[in-house]
Every structure is written in C-alpha cells, then in structure tokens.
C-alpha cells in the first residue's frame, strides 16, 4: 500500500495548492491512500465544513487535527457524523469527535490516530499511554496504522517513534510546520518523520505575514496574526507498507514550491 501524508494546510494559499498539486501527486506517487492534516485550513485557524469537503471532492480520504480543532467554532456541527476526520485522541474525555478512525478505499484500510504532545502545549492526557491504548487495540484487526502525532518537541515526537517501533506502519510528526530530514525506517518497521511540514504560503512566517511576527519579536507585543498571501510550498510524504505485516518498507520526503513545480 502507498499512503501520501500532507503537512499542515494552513489558509487559501495551502488548499489552493492541494487542489492544484493532487493531480501531480496521484501521477507521480500513485498513492493508494492519502490522508492531510487541516488544523489549518480556515485562515490558518481550525476548519470548516466547506472546507472539509473541498478537501474529501479533491481527493483526500482522511484528515488529522491538532492543537487549532476548535478555533472554528463550526466544526461542532459536523465533527461527530464525519468519521474520515480525527481530533488528538488524547483530550478530555468527552470530547466531540474521534481520535482514531479506519479509512476504507477499495480492498484497502488505513488505521489512523491523532495524538497531541504536552511539551509546550495546552494540557492533555498522556499521549504515549492513549497510544498504547489505542494502537494495540487496532492492531488486532487492522496491520497498517498511521499515528499522525501533532506536537511542539522534537524529542517528545522522537521518543514517541520510538515508543511505537513495530507497533505502527508510520509516525509522522506535525504542528510545527517546517519539514525536518530525519526521514527513516525504524529496526522495528515503522517509518518515521518528525515534521512533516507544511502546505501553504512558503515567504511568510510558518504561513503567517511575517511582518506582524517580526513586530511581535521585536516589541513582545500582542500581534494579529494573518494567513499570508505568498507563493506555495506543499509538504509531506510518501510511505510504502507490507500489507501482510504493517511494516514499512520505503519512506519519501514531498516538498515543492510554486517555482520549482512550474519549472517541472
């Protein structure tokens, strides 16, 4: 099975460039499955139904959230019945939504877990122990499982590869929006990336306009952040997986701009 990730789509700049790179990426890639994370696909803050659909009618069979789930207020009405789309599994319980699902295309299934780090970030429940938890509990009927982990510390996305060596086909980490180069394949068979990166508006600051960064650096002031209207950069990747057993067997880094695509 092949499975594309998508890094962070963040505002209109990262969905036009979904909607515009799609096309490429099932030519090139031929992947059986493709999942994207889109905490930020509404203006760099949360999503919306429209977009949600935009998303699934373009080709994306799953979506991964993060710490930005309910910053649009809208995904309350809809994050319970839509059951391609997953939230960390790892908040309070009660929570609206799901933190793992199953995506079904054709013959083949994809296991998929959302989980958040707490290095840095709002208080959650243990994101290793839920992954015990969860991940066990699928593998018993499903061999391939991708753990979308949505978290600040390198070394907290690092240790949760580890930790989930030869229980999950691919860990891949997102949030932090710049695409690290530590793609590999674990002893145990998990493919393992600690950012995958992002999708959206390539000269700004992690997508954002980054004059108001810079003046909120400079100053420490509070800034409005806003989406930045640049070029694109689309990021992720493209994992191989032994059916039979879960393993991976391949793992390769995505990442193009709107210059270099043109000039392909």
């Known amino acids: ?45 949360g999503i919306n139904a429209s977009i949600t659909r935009d998303l699934f009618d373009w080709g994306v069979h799953g979506i ?13 009405e809809f994050i319970d019945d839509e059951k391609r789309m997953v939230r960390p599994a790892n908040l309070a319980p009660g929570t609206p939504g799901r933190g793992y699902t199953v995506i079904k295309v054709g013959s083949r299934e994809l296991a998929i877990v959302n989980l ?13 122990r839920m992954a015990d938890e969860i991940v066990d509990s699928l593998r018993a009927k ?47 068979g998990t493919a393992y990336l600690t950012d995958a990166g992002m999708t959206g508006p390539r000269d700004g600051v992690l997508g954002m306009e980054k004059d108001g960064v810079i003046h909120k650096f400079l100053t420490g002031l509070p800034t409005r952040f806003q989406v930045a209207e640049t070029k694109w950069i689309l990021s992720g ?7 039979a057993t ?4 391949k793992i390769q880094t995505i990442r193009v701009d709107e210059d270099s695509w043109i000039a392909e």
Not at 156 to 179: F, N, P
Not at 246 to 249: F, I, L, M
Request: hydrophobic fraction near 40%.
């Open 1 to 45: 099975m092949k499975v594309v990730f998508i890094g962070d789509i963040v505002g209109n700049v990262g969905r036009d460039a979904v909607k515009r790179l799609l096309p490429w990426i099932k030519n090139k890639y031929q992947p059986h499955i493709i999942i994207a994370n889109g905490e930020n696909a509404a203006g760099g803050r």
């Open 64 to 76: 991964t959230m993060g710490n930005h789930t309910w910053d649009n207020r809208e995904i309350f």
């Open 116 to 128: 958040i780090g707490r290095t840095f970030l709002p208080p959650s429940e243990d994101p290793f």
């Open 142 to 188: 499903h061999k391939c499982i991708l753990v979308d982990f949505h978290a600040e510390a390198t070394s907290e996305k690092i240790a949760m590869g580890w930790y989930l060596d030869g229980r999950a086909s691919l860990v891949v980490g997102t949030h932090t929006h710049v695409q690290t180069n530590d793609d590999r394949i674990l002893p145990g």
């Open 237 to 243: 990747l493209c994992v191989e997986i032994d059916e």
């Open 246 to 249: 879960g393993r991976a067997t």
